[in-house]
């Protein structure tokens, strides 16, 4: 078979590879200078976590490529996957970089939707739809986002290879004049993504949920800059609101005051006073603490906060840091859509990171009605390879903005594995399944 690539694509691939093996011809002529300087674990997680991020990033770009070109149900469902897979690494990789204080909305954005979009196109093809012409052009203009995010990553990669400071150092001063290496290429990653396509489809990232306001500041009343800074000062761990300083705010469908302070930031809104992220900025060399004592830490940092109702659901440590997943229980019904996070480093068991934007955007009051379906009905409905452990209900999330009441039968299957099965507590369909993946250090979901 004879393939025949347009002038516009044949432009395109030389000049990416051109690029590509300009980049790697950098970074390798730098690397055995570097390399000697990579004599610890953090030092060689940060530099993997960039190699895996731009290394995704190739991979996306290909796979959206062929995505344009397919036209079978099977070859759509086959790239899906591979495109969720990519973006979840991705997002792995972005996690494990200590860029806190860093505006990373575009990118967290493009890796949460690239995989979920052709999740929905897979669904689609497989309904018998073929790919409009709009679809195929915001599958192009996505590979062109996902290419120019890759040459961005090489070129940061060759930047801190080449650099004289440690790459500890650069991470550590992303506020300072050493950390304009990092900050500087983060900077233009997200302006090299403003021009995304708007997506508007039937998944959890479409641009049309995305962009909702957030339910819990809806009718709030303003609050005093002064004390939102002692909100922050309470997040972020400082004597006095007086050391903090405030000077930009962020708008957007979260209008909030940011406060900074050596190695810290912090976001409060400006409509009801709710702490939305707080970061804290240091390499965390080892590890002391066991999970269970982080989960401990963690629990604490969240009372500290007057933050009750909540309880953990999910957990992963990563380079010496354990994040922990919360879910908001509403008198014994797990809400899994309001949603707050945790890092705690496991060296001091220092709260480094928070973030409750999920809540913040999906918390209100509840009237779920009484279940149409019981337990004992749902869980007649469960495949014989499954054995149940226990039921409760929960709310999830959908692929619109309805959430679904639904029991979690929690079982472990014929193979060993741990399985939570969602059946819905009105209709008695089948919402989802998830399989639980726990080892020493994470209990997490697939």
Not at 107 to 122: D, P, R, T
Not at 372 to 386: F, G, Q, R, V
Request: net charge negative; glycine share 6%.
């Amino acid at each position: 078979m004879k393939t025949t690539l347009s002038r516009r694509g044949l432009i395109r691939f030389a000049s990416y590879m051109l690029a590509l093996v300009a980049v790697l011809a950098a970074a390798n002529f730098v690397y055995m200078k570097k390399l000697s300087r990579l004599e610890n674990a953090v030092e060689a997680g940060y530099m993997n976590a960039v190699e895996e991020l731009a290394q995704n990033a190739d991979t996306i770009s290909a796979v959206l490529t062929k995505g344009r070109f397919a036209s079978t149900p099977e070859m759509m469902t086959r790239l899906s996957a591979d495109l969720c897979g990519k973006a979840s690494a991705a997002k792995a990789s972005l996690e494990a970089l200590p860029i806190y204080g860093r505006s990373v909305d575009n990118l967290e954005k493009f890796l949460s939707q690239v995989g979920n979009y052709a999740q929905s196109l897979s669904r689609r093809a497989a309904a018998g739809e073929k790919l409009s012409q709009s679809d195929r052009e915001a599958v192009d203009r996505l590979s062109d986002c996902a290419e120019g995010l890759s040459e961005s990553l090489w070129q940061l990669r060759s930047r801190l290879m080449s650099s004289d400071s440690s790459i500890t150092e650069l991470f550590s001063d992303l506020d300072g004049s050493l950390g304009s290496v990092v900050s500087d290429g983060f900077t233009g990653i997200e302006d090299g993504l403003k021009d995304m396509p708007k997506l508007i489809y039937d998944g959890p990232f479409s641009d049309h949920i995305l962009e909702r306001s957030p339910l819990m500041i809806k009718n709030a009343d303003e609050i005093t800059k002064e004390a939102a800074a002692e909100k922050a000062a309470l997040a972020l761990g400082v004597d006095s609101y007086r050391v903090l300083s405030c000077d930009a705010d962020e708008e957007g469908k979260m209008p909030s005051y940011c406060f900074y302070c050596e190695g810290g930031r912090c976001a409060v809104t400006k409509n009801g006073g709710y702490t939305v992220y707080c970061l804290k900025s240091r390499a965390v060399s080892d590890s002391t603490l066991t999970p269970e004592e982080g989960i401990e830490k963690a629990d604490a940092y969240l009372k500290s906060l007057g933050i009750s109702d909540m309880e953990k659901t999910y957990y992963e440590s990563y380079n010496n840091v354990l994040t922990v997943n919360y879910a908001h229980n509403d008198s014994g019904i797990t809400c899994y859509t309001d949603l707050i996070k945790v890092a705690v480093a496991l060296d001091d068991g220092e709260i480094i990171g928070f973030d409750a934007r999920g809540y913040l955007v999906n918390h209100h009051s509840r009237d779920f009605g009484d279940p149409k379906i019981s337990e004992e009905d749902a869980e007649k409905t469960l495949s014989d390879a499954l054995s149940l452990k226990s039921t409760k209900l929960a709310v999830i999330p959908t692929d619109a903005v309805e959430e679904k009441l639904c029991y979690e039968l929690s079982c472990t299957a014929d193979s060993g594995e741990d399985v939570l099965v969602y059946i819905n507590a009105m209709t008695g369909g089948e919402e989802d399944i998830l399989i639980i993946l726990a080892s020493e250090n994470s209990v997490l979901t697939v």
